[in-house]
């Protein structure tokens, strides 16, 4: 399963990359990227709320997906 996760967030972050023509961070999910776009005010932060609209079930998806990988960020900092 964890093998079949990784294809997927690769495969969204390489179809992310390909629409954004390369305006992301390397291993920044669609999610992540779209949200940060949108509060920055670039052109493809208009694709935030198509993909929130995707995550009915979670209306700020890209706002915790954002907020997931910052804190990761911050562990890996402090934990080396």
């Known amino acids: ?11 969204d972050c390489f179809l992310f990359c390909l629409v954004c023509l ?3 961070q ?3 999910t669609a999610s992540e ?3 940060k776009l949108e509060r920055d005010g670039r052109f493809f932060g208009f694709m935030r709320p198509v993909i929130d609209t995707l995550f009915w079930f979670d ?3 890209c ?3 954002y907020e ?11 934990h080396g």
Do not use: C, D, F
């Open 1 to 11: 399963m964890t093998r079949i996760l990784n294809i997927l967030i690769a495969l």
């Open 22 to 24: 390369g305006n992301v």
């Open 26 to 28: 390397r291993g920044e």
């Open 33 to 35: 990227a779209a949200y």
């Open 59 to 61: 209306p700020k998806h």
């Open 63 to 65: 706002q915790r997906a």
């Open 68 to 78: 997931r990988a910052q804190s990761l960020i911050e562990w890996r900092a402090k």
